[in-house]
């Protein structure tokens, strides 16, 4: 029998777990989910009676109670009441002795249950298991007590049957019944509380403009909240369950999985900001995460997501305006009566005045009284018709003093078109007057001689050509410069100089009218503009005579310069003007040029413009721009003079550089390499020059016929001092396979002076490689047996100037032998050029010179002609 109490108690508690999840499916319908309680409760009951305990015939107990009981306490009046009809029609039918006694039995376990919920509602009795447990036996022992009135049974024979086991069994179903659907309800209330706040939790994101995720610690999207879907930087079916890294740019998926990470391991909230360009425009969000306590894995957090690009450029607008209105200008804001409201800090560093003594006072405490009203009465028109004044006004300091001002005045106006408010800003251009002062001078004025500089003269010249345009009058341009004026700065120094130009510049002022200018051009170069002379051509050209002389007497005057007594004279050239003749830069160009014919003529004298000068200097400017054109197009070539001995025998030959101009024809070295020399082209012509000679002995190292000649090339100093010299010449001869020791460059003594040491270290680096040196046109520069000494020479060139007299002219025949001798004892290989004449050539010969260069042997010829001459003669040289 007790076995049966315990399976009767396992199916009624089985089947009390069916009647929790019916009430679970109908929580949202209270009334209903009383009814189905009572349906499942009845239910429960009939199915315990029909597998009931038989004590005697006609005499049954079950579980019934326990079910009836529990459906009064946990059901309601309405379940209970259902769940005893049920029961209790059943057990009608089922008839027998105990038929008014189970009834009434059912009756009186709702009842019980009635009671027990009643109590537990007044907080008089808890639900807890013991007193659940002491409800069930108490609710069994009066079973067993009605079932006892049966007739045939006793009371005491039941407990002694059936009592102690049947209320143990029947009092821990009853607890565990009643735990079972307390947890049930527990449970079902939670879930309806959870319902509840996710509803409010739907309700608030549903409420706000922001957007909620719920993401767990590796950045997969698990829920997403938000009011506009337009917000979103995808759809939101498109992010549940994508991770955060596929679906955001960097760096915002970086930062947000930062403050994933960040929150997780510190439990508290994290903010961070990130940008998204999104599809109308870029847009800054921020982000605040919380990590979602849970004891499950992954770990979740939620992200709350606010738009605040508008907010930030707002912010970012107030920190601009805030640091402009904290910039260098002074500032003030006033109301629409001028009263300031608002001055930034260096309004008080201008002014003078503190924010707190100018602050509700009228913008008038800062006038200076310098303005009428018509200047104020024009600005406040202005300021009414465009809301904007700019202009410079006079105002007064703090302490009294008037200083000038740039002032900006705008209006600032309501939606109504109502001016609100005037916002001022200022900067003091004191400094700035006075600087302008200071560059006008700067501009105008040299700055070591007080006298205006060539911005000034030009300006003033233009204006007497107009006015001699005008009138008819003459004028004259002086163009002076000093002589020699780089020795004194080389021997006393600059300081020496520039005091010499100071006083020359004061011996010019004083020496002319005031009417006329004196100006410093440059360097040490003057101008003088003399004005309004006389109307007559002869007469005015007397005038700037007379000044001109007198102006050579005065700057040709001893200086004292320090404890130095110098004499600088100066060379003068004078273009005349009248009418519009000429323009300011062709006047200008006249002067000079007379100026530098000036000094072509011997220095300390004065020449007039020479339309003739003009026509030279022309060409010469015409022929160095076809200079440009020659080096870039190829026009240069190379002709060979053959060196030779007395015989005729060819040793070696010389390199000279010809021009074959397209339409000149062939321009003379003695024309265009002074042009190149003055225009600084002949660094590059060299470069050629010197690059066709050592290809052409390329070109002759293989040929038994040409590979013994020594080729001779001359080379400028630009190309001696140039620091790529070695380099160049080293990768030229690679290049064109030139043997070193076939290949002579020739040097001018004059050349050497400059820099004896720079020109050592490169000829000796040179050397080293094979290549030979030869000084030419030797004796007509500066001799020293010192740079013989120490410069690796090879051969001395004895120059035309000493061959051309002999053997009648006894100096040069001096000269000659002085320089094979010279030469002699140095162990250097001696010729001479220009050799023309027989005599000459006995002359060299008597005095020891066997090596010649001249038209008695050869003349200059094109590559084809020397080469064939090469070829003429080798075989009578074999022979």
Known sequence: ???????????????????????????????????????????????????????????????????LSMAGLFGGPLAGVITGAIAGIYRVTLGGDGMIIGTISIALGVAFGLLYRAAWRGRRLSRRPQCLFAFGVAVH????????????????????????????????????????????????????????????LRAIAGAVPDILFVLDENGRYVEVMTRDERQLYRDAKDVVGQNIRTLLPEPAASKIMAAIRETIDSGAPVSTTYALDM????????????????????????????DVTHRTQLEEERRIAAIAFESQQGMLVTDAGTRILRVNKAFTEVTGYAADEVIGKSSRILASGRHGPSFYREMWQQLKAHDLWEGEVWNRRRNGDVYPQRLSISAVRDESGTVTHYVGSFTDISLSKANEEEIHALAFYDQLTGLPNRRLLTDRLRHALAQSNRDGSRGA?????????????????????????????????????ETDTVARFGGDEFVVLLEQLPKDALAAAAAAERLGEALLSTLGAPYLIGDQRMVCTASIGIAMF??????????MQSADLSMYESKRLGKNRIRFFDPIMHRTVSERLLLENDLRDALSQGQFELHYQAQCDADGRINGVEALARWRHPVRGMVSPGLFIPIAERSGLMPALG?????????????????????????????SASQLYSPDFVTETRELLARTGCPPDRLVLELTESMLVDDMETAVRTMTALREMGIRFSIDDFGTGYSSLAYLQRLPLDELKIDRSFVQNLPDNASSLAIVRTIVGLARSLGLRVIAEGVEEPHQVQALLDEGCSNFQGFRFHRPEAIGDFEGRIWQRQPQTAA
Request: hydrophobic share 50%; with cysteine; net charge neutral.
């Open 687 to 715: 470069r050629e020059l010197i690059a066709m000679a050592c290809a052409q002995l390329g070109r002759w190292a293989g040929d038994a016929r040409f590979s013994s000649l020594r080729l001779s090339v001359n080379v």
């Open 578 to 587: 009248c009418d519009h003749e000429q323009t300011v830069d062709e006047l």
């Open 141 to 200: 022992g009066v079973s067993i007590v009605l079932v006892g009135l049966v007739p045939g049974q006793s009371i005491a024979g039941l407990f002694e049957r059936l009592g102690l086991p049947y209320l143990l069994i029947m009092g821990a179903a009853t607890a565990l019944l009643g735990l079972l659907l307390r947890d049930l309800e527990v449970r079902r209330r939670n879930e309806n509380a959870l319902k509840e706040r996710e509803a409010r």
């Open 477 to 513: 341009l002086m163009f002076i410069d000093l002589d020699d004026f780089k020795d004194t700065n080389d021997l006393l120094g600059h300081q020496a100089g520039d005091a010499l130009l100071a006083r020359a510049a004061g011996r010019l002022r004083a020496s002319v009218r």
């Open 1 to 67: 029998m007790t076995l049966e109490l315990i399976q009767t108690s396992a199916l009624l508690l089985a089947l009390s777990l069916l009647q929790g999840l019916c009430l679970r499916f109908l929580s949202h319908r209270p009334r209903l989910a009383e009814i189905a309680s009572g349906l499942v409760f009845g239910g429960v009951c009939v199915i315990g009676m029909m597998i009931p305990i038989t004590l005697a015939p006609g005499v049954i107990i079950d579980g019934r109670s326990v079910v």
């Open 279 to 306: 599809p109308r425009g870029r847009c800054i969000f921020e982000g605040r995460l919380q990590a979602i306590e849970s004891e499950a894995r992954p770990r979740m957090v939620v992200l709350i997501v606010q």
